[in-house]
């Protein structure tokens, strides 16, 4: 098994033309990046808002849990006899399944921003908007990355299932491999994906380091060991 | 605490029952299990031969869901997870030999018999046939293509979509018969909607259907005559794991297959694809006509 | 026939009918059974991870690493692994007690740390051994969180089993699979409304279960 792998992957051909691993991860990363920023700007401006001001959090949070139940592969079969068009029904599918981790790590993150911290910053004199930006959203951000990230590899997950409904990407190995029983194209596959996911979970690691304000960092750290 | 036993108790007497069983596990020896390969029309046989071997008075007999093709199928049925898969003559024989020659009802027939391995057998075949068609747009059939042969020409410009073993199986073939190297071959599906929204909307100017399948007709496709006759035949014959069928089963299924003609077939996948009937309900009322 | 009509006719046959509750029943096995396996070897892990620092760095990764593995990847990797037959639903109920496990570790570790070091001291006090302790203590207590986890794992799987009818199992995305071969929206409607209600059926049970467990959190609050 490993040795046809290697040689799967060993072959020259699959690296090359439409159905080549570059042009298939190519195809993967775009699905996955184009839903990611639609879904990003529907649901951070929104759980923004609802956690900043604190109204309709409940509501929000249920709405976003009721669509996490939604299948995937229901829902993608339903958008395409509706649209007759892979593309576009995939990816609105792909961003009705990644704005509620999106939604519900902004939201937490906010909600979990110390009221005191808050309530100095007020008392410091800083408007509604410094409070968001300078305040909340920073200290906020470990629980927003982790929403995004969740929101990520399920994208990834997902833009292998659309494979079914003609689309390109990743998928294609698993599911014409295995129409045919080619295991080294579905192990082929199954790696890639795997790879792929497990590179921007590490992404979304380093990000976590760049981004995060060393205090806040440390504070989470304190929180922790003190628990 | 009592509660906790209590739960796990539960628990435990609904994981005893398995609604599964006997649908991929192989169940256990005297069922009968009936697969369908991904092309729609399987399913619809698949619960005609259900619905005929219940018929003859077998009891345990479970249709599984489609799965995926020729390969998948022919495993399963190695490993006896299916006992029955109705398929068609001239792929079959191709799988089992990929050099045959043979292209008519007969000669296919004749030369599966001989090569079909051990562990597996065919029944009678159906004088029904569902043969793989290319077609065209309407646009492209009007500008002169109407054969295959017409189509060799102008393969270089043209995209074909079809299913994903299409190009392992018949793309030397097309090139050695009529010379026809597609621009590109696209996977789409197995002569399903993937395939027909693709043709429809021209991003593919070529695609493999199915003889049988309403969709042509339906979206005004043209089918090109296969004037070198490429495509073999492909008559509908059960391909049965040895063993798990009766003798009076066996009948019972040959009987059935002589009643299937290429119309009833068509007609039957009007149902089941534009009518959207069950397809149990479709072989039922099929049955009951023979 | 406009869109309700035609539901109506594809619900009218009882065939139809007949299929669409096997399908609801082989989603509800394949959901479930795994969800229990998984929270069992979830409560295995995390009371290793919890007792060996060594053991729950390994665990966190580990369980990390294998929550990230792609559904469909993992599903039809693992005949090849357990070399199960390739049809089997066995592939489907191993993947998710996978992912169940992977995803309730943690739950179960941040449960166990959050008991409060007084109330494990006084227990041991009072004479209990570590293991019945556990068992009579330390997991009680870690049902909340355990239950919010479990919520989380339930949804998922429910959603996930649906994949499966890309590899032959059965359950209710053999509906989406046939609706969308034959163009027909009734049995795609029909089964995403199923799964959504198995889901808020699924989460009101957990959320009785965990009432039921913990008594002592509905006792005269302030």
Redesign the interface.
């Known amino acids: 098994m490993i040795t046809d792998l290697v040689r799967w992957f060993g072959d020259p051909a699959h690296w090359s033309g439409p159905d080549g691993i570059p042009q298939r991860l190519l195809e993967h990363l775009g699905y996955t990046a184009l839903s990611l920023v639609i879904a990003l700007v529907i649901a951070v401006p929104l759980g923004l808002f609802v956690g900043h001001t604190g109204r309709g959090g409940v509501a929000l949070v249920s709405a976003g849990n009721a669509i996490r139940a939604l299948p995937t592969l229901g829902l993608v079969t339903f958008l395409f006899l509706l649209f007759t068009e892979s593309v576009t029904s995939t990816i609105i599918g792909l961003v009705v399944l990644a704005v509620p981790p999106i939604l519900a790590g902004t939201y937490a993150g906010l909600q979990a921003t110390d009221h005191g911290v808050v309530d100095a910053a007020e008392g410091v004199g800083m408007t509604g908007w410094q409070r968001l930006w300078q305040v909340e959203v920073p200290i906020s951000l470990p629980l927003v990355l982790g929403g995004i990230r969740n929101a990520v590899l399920q994208l990834v997950a997902t833009a292998a299932v659309a494979a079914y409904v003609g689309l390109g990407g990743l998928g294609r190995f698993l599911l014409d491999g295995l129409a045919i029983l080619d295991y080294p194209e579905v192990i082929a596959g199954a790696l890639l994906t795997t790879l792929l996911a497990v590179a921007l979970d590490l992404l979304f690691a380093l990000l976590n380091r760049a981004l995060v304000p060393r205090g806040v960092r440390l504070a989470a750290a304190v929180k922790k060991v003190a628990a | 605490?009592k509660?906790?036993v209590l739960?796990v108790v539960l628990?435990l007497a609904?994981?005893c029952g398995?609604?599964?069983a006997g649908?991929?596990?192989?169940g256990t020896s005297g069922d009968i299990i009936i697969g369908a390969s991904?092309v729609?029309e399987s399913l619809l046989l698949a619960q005609i031969y259900a619905g005929t071997l219940r018929q003859a008075g077998a009891t345990n007999v479970t249709v599984?869901?489609?799965?995926?093709?020729?390969?998948?199928v022919v495993?399963?049925l190695q490993?006896k997870?299916?006992s029955v898969v109705p398929d068609y003559s001239g792929n079959l024989l191709r799988y089992f030999d990929k050099d045959t020659t043979a292209t008519t009802s007969q000669d296919v027939y004749a030369q599966l018999r001989q090569k079909i391995p051990p562990g597996f057998e065919v029944l009678d075949q159906a004088p029904a046939e569902d043969k793989d068609l290319l077609v065209v747009g309407p646009q492209l059939a009007s500008s002169g293509v109407k054969t295959f042969s017409d189509l060799g020409k102008r393969c270089g410009e043209l995209v074909f979509g079809g299913?994903?073993?299409w190009s392992?199986r018949w793309k030397d073939k097309i090139k050695a018969l009529y010379g026809c190297e597609f621009k590109?071959i696209?996977?789409?599906?197995t002569g399903?909607?993937?395939t027909v929204?693709?043709l429809?909307?021209g991003d593919v100017q070529v695609a493999d259907l199915f003889s049988t399948s309403s969709t042509i007709a339906a979206n005004g496709f043209v089918p090109l005559v296969d004037d070198k006759n490429m495509f073999p035949a492909q008559n509908i014959v059960p391909v049965v794991a040895k063993g798990t069928l009766s003798p009076a089963e066996v009948a019972a299924l040959n009987r059935v297959s002589a009643a299937l003609t290429t119309s009833e077939l068509t007609r039957l996948n009007v149902e089941?694809?534009e009518e959207?009937?069950?397809p149990?309900?479709i072989a039922e009322d099929f049955l009951a006509r023979t | 026939m406009s869109f309700f009509d035609e539901l109506g006719r594809y619900l009218s046959s009882a065939n139809n009918r007949v299929q669409i509750l096997g399908d609801l029943g082989d989603h509800v096995y394949l959901a479930l059974l795994p969800l229990v396996i998984g929270i069992v070897l979830a409560i295995a892990a995390g009371w290793l991870g919890h007792r060996w620092a060594p053991a729950r760095q390994v665990l966190t990764v580990v369980a990390n690493l294998l929550y990230t593995i792609p559904s469909l990847a993992l599903f039809v990797v693992i005949p090849g692994l357990i070399g199960s037959k390739i049809l089997d639903s066995v592939n489907v109920v191993v993947a998710l007690t996978i992912y169940t496990t992977a995803l309730l570790v943690r739950p179960v570790l941040d449960a166990l740390d959050a008991v409060p070091p007084p109330v494990v001291a006084a227990a041991t006090a009072v004479g209990y051994k570590p293991v019945r302790r556990f068992f009579a203590v330390e997991l009680p207590l870690s049902v909340p969180v355990l239950a919010a986890g479990v919520r989380v794992a339930s949804v998922s799987n429910i959603s996930l089993v649906s994949v499966g009818a890309l590899i032959g199992t059965g359950g209710l995305g053999v509906l989406f699979t046939d609706g969308f071969q034959r163009e027909y929206f009734s049995p795609i409607v029909v089964g995403i409304v199923l799964t959504l209600l198995l889901a808020l059926v699924v989460d009101l049970v957990l959320v009785g279960s965990r009432n039921l467990l913990t008594p002592w959190t509905r006792v005269g609050a302030p």
Do not use: I, W, Y
């Open positions: 605490m509660r906790l739960l628990v609904a994981g398995n609604p599964l649908g991929g596990e192989g991904d729609g599984r869901p489609p799965v995926g093709s020729r390969e998948v495993k399963a490993d997870s299916l299913p994903g073993q392992s590109e696209r996977t789409t599906d399903g909607p993937v929204a693709a429809k909307s089941f694809t959207k009937r069950n149990l309900d």
